[in-house]
T-cell receptor, first 112, second 114 residues
Framework: AQSVSQHNHHVILSEAASLELGCNYS??????LFWYVQYPGQHLQLLLK??????LVKGIKGFEAEFIKSKFSFNLRKPSVQWSDTAEYFC??????????FGAGTQVVVTP | EAGVAQSPRYKIIEKRQSVAFWCNPI?????LYWYQQILGQGPKLLIQ????????DSQLPKDRFSAERLKGVDSTLKIQPAKLEDSAVYLC????????????FGPGTRLTVT
């Protein structure tokens, strides 16, 4: 069975600070990993995804994530956050049919 | 391109009543998903359709929840009778085809059961 664990439920940081959100997964098959984001008042949307190849993947808005197979991790990073990055971030793992298993989410608040 | 549409956006009902949610996926998307998101948790898949057939409904509480996707386009999710623990946001998502591809989410329906 798949499971996803996100390390922090709430993160508060100042603009220009660096952000790293932890995500660990357990899954026995081929791993397909995602980060989705939900900005206030908006729909869930894809931030980035990893299927295979280069373990460092880049997404929208300057975000990137690194897949470390040995650690079963897929951490999200951004070197310098902006106020507009305030949102809830969800890590997810998918099976070959597209069934997404989400983590509990991390609420990120960026203060001016 | 129009996104995934859902209605209603909000619904308040009493326990033991019934409720139905509607979803219209992005045009041409063969795969449709319904998720339940309880406050403080991530979305949980309830059911996945490929066209008008069910791919996965293993986490759907079939004693009270039902879903259909007639003609392989719109879908309806029903709860009958509702329980307090059904209070959640119900999200519909669609993708071009089944598989580990981007899913496009609708705005959700927030259900409160009193």
């Amino acid at each position: 069975a798949q499971s996803v664990s996100q390390h922090n439920h709430h993160v508060i940081l100042s603009e220009a600070a660096s952000l790293e959100l932890g995500c660990n997964y357990s899954y026995g098959g081929t791993v397909n990993l995602f980060w989705y984001v939900q900005y206030p008042g908006q729909h869930l949307q894809l931030l980035l995804k990893y299927f295979s190849g280069d373990p460092l993947v880049k997404g929208i808005k300057g975000f990137e994530a690194e897949f470390i197979k040995s650690k079963f991790s897929f951490n999200l990073r951004k070197p310098s956050v902006q106020w507009s990055d305030t949102a809830e971030y969800f890590c997810a793992v998918s099976d070959s049919w597209g069934k997404l298993q989400f983590g509990a989410g991390t609420q990120v608040v960026v203060t001016p | 391109e129009a996104g995934v549409a859902q209605s209603p956006r909000y619904k308040i009902i009493e326990k033991r009543q019934s409720v139905a949610f509607w979803c219209n996926p992005i045009s041409g998307h063969a795969t449709l998903y319904w998720y339940q998101q309880i406050l403080g948790q991530g979305p949980k898949l309830l059911i996945q359709f490929q066209n008008n057939g069910v791919v996965d409904d293993s986490q759907l509480p079939k004693d009270r929840f039902s879903a259909e996707r007639l003609k392989g386009v719109d879908s309806t999710l029903k709860i009958q009778p509702a329980k307090l623990e059904d209070s959640a946001v119900y999200l519909c998502a669609s993708s071009l085809e089944p598989g580990p591809y981007e899913q496009y989410f609708g705005p959700g329906t927030r259900l409160t059961v009193t």
